[in-house]
């Protein structure tokens, strides 16, 4: 008696360790584990594990006295071509490719797990932030003394639990049917891997949409995982059904982002023949090059590859939910984060442009690089960029201690509330100076005029940065859409009306130049029109960087007069 109460009590006493460890995870939990969640979920679970198992031996072949001279027809018979004849053993039994059968059924269970993973918990975490950040809970949760990396872990652990509970009574079915089908218990441990990774960069994702001040409110999560699942239902077709699925460009880069890809190696695993199984060969990941080389070729780099892939995309994530979380108002990123991601951004993507074999265009290639290069542009302009009150608190910061030598390019470059324009600028810099070499190396002489679209494309962004940066300053309300909206009249007006006027890139290249995209007519420009244009950009920088710069010194010494007077009526 007295030792079963010690039991109890180490039990407890373990228990409320685990609590006091993350009280937020016990917060979520608690709400949501009741008896009749838990029966529901339960219930859900294995009736759909009974569905999926009653179709696929629905497949098989019937034992009814009638049809025992005729022939039946079916996936799982051991014949070979598209829907064979059953035949029957010396004893007259049927002969089943059993191992064929516990594949699918390893398959449709998988897919079931990822989708419902993906789009229902995504749902799940969204719709619970938006519900307490309107309840006003999310600011109480603010004040608590726990970590950001607590609150978030908590959430993403507790408030899809029951989503949990039905997935973890899945598993046991998932794991036997894998085992049946002759694949590997490490490469079925692998693939569950990637499907928590892939969970966690989409959780993650999704806790950082639902704290975005978007005026959205409760359509954010219908949303975020309609479009979590219309991605995923299209890369996952693609790799189904395409037996062309490597592009050999830039755009295979996104099937990183689909766990599915990984089933592949687990079919290899498998030996069965590819006539039978009917989708996803490995021999289309072969194809997969990366600088080149056929890397995907292998189950254990290929998978641990994608692991990486999401880990570094879910660090990004969360680094971006520490400093917004208790302080909103600050950038998505730092000056230095943002270097970093550009490098990784530019490494991974010229890693796919440059390809070997003779199917792929590497002029095509490296246009869809400087298409992805200057998206990335605009999400730093929208990351980096402070807004009108901690640029004014910057500017009477720089104003008071000029006289103390405070480097101003260390607070452009690295500082966290200085205008954004340089450290964009220099991003841009760090992706052209990258990719130059290739482009030199990869491409023939005559196609190089691509260069000169990847600087030109640099400047555009660094103009559009100074005047979203400029728009921010102004002191009308809801300046961050105007901002957009002013960015996005940049790219889309001058190409309508050089394209109403008539005005094509290979009469007029000068004009094109200043667009977006100015690849489509650096191929039919000189390169004294280049510099012209080159030459009309850093005019153009250098009067909004003077005009913004005058009106921050102008605040900086306004805001510090304001403050002076404001100490002196108070001592007075």
Request: glycine share 6%; proline share 3%.
């Amino acid at each position: 008696m007295k030792q079963n109460i010690q039991v109890f009590q180490r039990s407890s006493s373990l228990w409320e360790k685990f609590l006091d460890l993350n009280p937020q995870l016990f917060r979520e939990i608690q709400g949501r584990l009741k008896t009749r969640n838990v029966v529901i979920s339960a219930a859900i679970s294995v009736i759909t594990q009974f569905m999926i198992t009653i179709c696929c031996l629905g497949e098989l072949p019937q034992s009814d006295p009638k049809q025992l001279l005729g022939i039946q027809y079916g996936r799982y018979a051991m014949g070979s071509g598209y829907n064979p004849a059953y035949t029957k053993d010396m004893l007259g039994e049927w002969v089943i490719n059993w191992q064929l059968l516990w594949l699918d059924l390893f398959m449709a269970l998988s897919m079931v797990s990822i989708f419902t993973l993906l789009i229902v918990g995504t749902y799940m975490l969204i719709a619970d932030t938006v519900k307490e950040e309107s309840r006003g809970t999310l600011n109480f949760i603010r004040l608590t003394p726990q970590s950001a990396d607590s609150i978030f872990l908590g959430k993403i652990l507790g408030v899809p639990i029951l989503l949990y509970v039905a997935i973890l009574l899945l598993l046991p079915l998932h794991t036997i049917s894998g085992l049946g089908a002759h694949i590997p218990l490490t490469l079925i441990m692998g693939f569950d891997g990637v499907i928590v990774a892939s969970c966690a960069f989409c959780y993650s994702l999704a806790l950082l949409w639902s704290l975005m001040n978007l005026g959205l409110s409760g359509f954010k999560p219908w949303l975020a995982s309609g479009l979590v699942g219309s991605v995923l239902l299209l890369l996952t077709v693609t790799v189904f059904n395409n037996s062309n699925l490597i592009s050999n460009g830039t755009w295979d880069w996104l099937f990183l982002f689909n766990p599915t890809l990984v089933l592949a190696y687990l079919i290899d695993a498998t030996y069965l023949s590819l006539d039978k199984i009917d989708f996803l060969s490995v021999e289309n990941l072969k194809e997969l090059l990366f600088y080149g080389q056929a890397l995907w070729t292998k189950a254990s780099f290929g998978i641990g590859f994608i692991l990486f892939n999401f880990s570094v995309w879910t660090y990004w994530c969360w680094s971006v939910l520490r400093r917004r979380f208790h302080n909103p108002d600050r950038t998505l990123f730092s000056k230095t984060q943002s270097y970093w991601i550009t490098a990784w951004f530019v490494v991974i993507g010229l890693g796919f442009t440059l390809q070997n074999n003779k199917s792929y265009s590497a002029t095509d290639n490296f246009i869809f690089l400087q298409m992805c290069l200057c998206m990335l542009g605009l999400a730093l302009i929208a990351a980096l960029s402070p807004h009108r009150q901690t640029l004014y608190d910057w500017a009477r910061y720089r104003h008071q201690t000029h006289e103390n030598g405070n480097i101003l390019w260390k607070e452009l470059v690295f500082g966290e509330n200085s205008p954004s324009v340089i450290a964009v600028a220099i991003n841009m810099a760090i992706a052209v100076i990258y990719i130059a070499p290739s482009i030199f190396l990869i491409l023939e002489p005559k196609d190089r005029y691509i260069l000169w679209g990847f600087v030109l494309s640099g400047f555009s962004i660094l103009l559009y940065a100074l005047v979203a940066q400029l728009v921010l300053t102004l002191k009308t309300r809801k300046r961050a859409i105007w901002s957009a909206i002013s960015v996005i009249n940049l790219i889309i007006i001058p190409p309508l009306c050089l394209g109403f006027a008539d005005v094509i890139p290979k009469k007029e290249p000068l004009l094109w130049l200043f667009s977006f995209l100015p690849t489509v007519a650096t191929e039919y420009a000189t390169l004294s029109t280049v510099m012209l244009a080159i030459l009309g950009q850093v005019v153009a920088a250098s009067l909004i960087g003077l005009q913004m710069t005058r009106k921050l010194k102008q605040a900086g010494r306004s805001e510090t007069k304001m403050l002076f007077d404001r100490n002196q009526a108070i001592s007075s």
